[in-house]
Antibody, heavy 116, light 107 residues
Framework: EVQLVESGGGLAQPGGSLRLSCTAS????????MNWVRQTPGQGLEWLSN????????LYADSVKGRFTISRDNAKNSLFLQMNSLRAEDTAVYYC?????????WGQGTLVIVSS | DIQMTQSPSTLSASVGDTVSITCRAS??????LAWYHQKVGKAPKLLIY???NLESGVPSRFSGSGSGTEFTLTISSLQPDDFATYYC?????????FGQGTKVEIK
């Protein structure tokens, strides 16, 4: 069974940092492009970032470009999202999801709250 | 960015009904469109990709149609498990964008 499990969410102060992780099992992780998608009650679902299979190519939504960095470690079946300069509007549930364009498998999500 | 607009926002229906949800794009997405459903507290789940292709394991009562700027998700013979929120997503151009969601609730 395919499983994607996120971790690393929590409470952060405005301007602070968090690093999210996503660990995959049940799939050959190194065969899949990966993404981060977030969900807020007000803004709905928002795609944030994509990383190529090798990790050499990355894409970002304008809302996080320059603040967030996606990376992966295929040897450890893991995906990461380094989030810096956090803002209140970054408060959301963050999902990792597999797929090159649409999202075939999703993790259960990890909640990030940015508040002082 | 391509804006995706779903209608209706909420849909009330009964088990056994056939329902349709519309997704309109602000510019053509050709047929690069996916549909998901999401239950409360759970992650979205892929139903359809490339406008009309059923994801493996998804019941055949779900179907998708359309191209360009207008797409439809149809659920035939609603089952209790289908009461959820449905989202469309375009992947024709970055940034990939989602519709705001359509909640299918029990009448």
């Amino acid at each position: 069974e395919v499983q994607l499990v996120e971790s690393g969410g929590g409470l952060a102060q405005p301007g602070g940092s968090l690093r999210l992780s996503c660990t995959a099992s049940g799939i050959t992780f190194s065969n899949y492009e990966m993404n981060w998608v977030r969900q807020t009650p007000g803004q709905g679902l928002e795609w944030l970032s994509n990383i190529s299979i090798s990790g050499s190519s990355t894409l970002y939504a304008d809302s996080v470009k320059g603040r967030f960095t996606i990376s992966r470690d295929n040897a450890k079946n893991s995906l990461f999202l380094q989030m810096n300069s956090l803002r209140a509007e970054d408060t959301a549930v963050y999902y990792c999801a597999s797929g090159a364009a649409y999202f075939q498998k999703w993790g259960q999500g990890t909640l990030v709250i940015v508040s002082s | 960015d391509i804006q995706m607009t779903q209608s209706p926002s909420t849909l009330s229906a009964s088990v056994g009904d056939t329902v349709s949800i519309t997704c309109r794009a602000s510019q053509s997405t050709r047929n690069w469109l996916a549909w998901y459903h999401q239950k409360v507290g759970k992650a979205p789940k892929l139903l359809i990709y490339q406008a009309s292709n059923l994801e493996s394991g998804v019941p055949s009562r779900f179907s998708g149609s359309g191209s360009g700027t207008e797409f439809t998700l149809t659920i035939s013979s609603l089952q209790p498990d289908d009461f959820a929120t449905y989202y469309c997503q375009q992947y024709n151009s970055y940034p990939w964008t989602f519709g705001q969601g359509t909640k299918v609730e029990i009448k």
